[in-house]
């Protein structure tokens, strides 16, 4: 079916209903939009994160029905320099690999990532297994996950203001390995909704040679599918990210419309921080995604926004041909 101008317009018509459709679950992701003071930044910022639950939730593991390979690369304020002309802008990579697993009632998951910002670089190894359960018309899981982070300062490349300052004045780095761990709860329903809240380095763990120190953060993430009546070729995908570390709150929205299940494009807006256009494709299991960041906030006069690529593949696990073989004693 050819795209045409009618087309479009009545995604847009519906577009303005979807607010009256919407479930409890984007609602109370709203109310919680309230907080007016939120500012500041905790952990990585994704502008993909309605694709990347691992990240945030370790309960996600197993939910997409298969093996799930997820990769990304974020360069965050592009650009970005010090005065020496050094890259000091945030960068963030990370690769995710989960699967279901029907012996142990729910699935599994990995992830290694890396963050690097100015002269600090971050790299972690989490593994973590989720329980899922049928409730009602959805699927209900708990997640566990344990990590590893080496954090690693490299002293060298500061400039002291004091020359007796012995930390900065070494020509060295120093590096700490710390553990920690996260816990996650989601409830979906496939093809329709989810909602997901997760806590992540709870221990909030510190390093003895860095003084590096995790802080404890929280994710209340949702997102909803809204089929267009009488043109089936049209879905739209609205979700939201809440993040709080105690301190100061985090949020992202967005809206994606996807065309015939395969092509993508939408809308994002991070509070205080950038208004995001995304757009992607999936074809054959393979999903790819782009995403770019147009800054609002006064960081925009020294960079040329953010950029992020995300690969996705899953495989999928046939296991009704398991149920599906069986013998009939009356045939033998």
Not at 235 to 240: E, T
Not at 262 to 268: S, V
Request: net charge positive; glycine share 10%.
């Amino acid at each position: 079916m050819a795209i045409t101008v009618y087309n479009l317009m009545q995604a847009l018509k519906y577009s303005v209903k979807l607010y009256h459709h919407c479930t409890f679950v984007i609602l109370i992701l709203l109310g919680v939009l309230w907080v007016s003071e939120s500012k500041g930044q905790q952990t990585s910022l994704i502008t993909n994160y309605m694709f990347s639950n691992m990240v945030f939730n370790p309960a996600y593991a197993g939910q997409s029905g298969g093996i799930s390979i997820t990769g990304l690369i974020r360069e965050q304020w592009f650009g970005f320099k010090d005065s020496d002309g050094n890259k000091v802008a945030p960068e963030t990579m990370f690769l995710t690999i989960d699967a279901p697993i029907r012996a142990i009632h729910g699935g599994i998951g990995g992830m290694v990532a890396q963050d690097r910002i100015g002269f600090f670089k971050n790299t972690s190894v989490k593994l973590g297994y989720a329980y899922k359960a049928e409730l009602g018309s959805g699927i209900f899981s708990a997640g566990l996950q344990l990590g590893f982070q080496n954090g690693k300062f490299d002293y060298s490349q500061f400039k002291a203001v004091s020359a007796d300052d012995p930390l900065l004045t070494a020509d060295q780095a120093k590096s700490d390995m710390i553990f920690d761990l996260s816990l996650g709860l989601m409830y979906r329903v496939p093809d329709k909704f989810y909602v997901g809240l997760s806590g992540d380095q709870l221990l909030q763990s510190k390093g003895k040679n860095t003084q590096y120190k995790l802080q404890r953060t929280f994710y209340l993430t949702g997102g909803y599918q809204y089929d267009i009546p009488n043109h089936p070729v049209f879905s739209l995908q609205p979700s939201a990210i809440v993040m709080f570390d105690g301190a100061a709150f985090q949020f992202s929205v967005s809206g994606l419309v996807w065309y015939n299940n395969k092509f993508y494009g939408g809308l994002a807006y991070r509070f205080q921080d950038a208004v995001s256009v995304l757009a992607g494709l999936s074809i054959k299991g393979f999903r790819l995604g782009l995403a770019y960041d147009i800054g609002i906030s006064k960081m925009m006069k020294y960079s040329n926004g953010s950029f992020e690529v995300m690969l996705n593949y899953v495989l999928k696990i046939e296991t009704e041909k398991l149920r599906r073989s069986y013998r009939n004693t009356r045939f033998l």
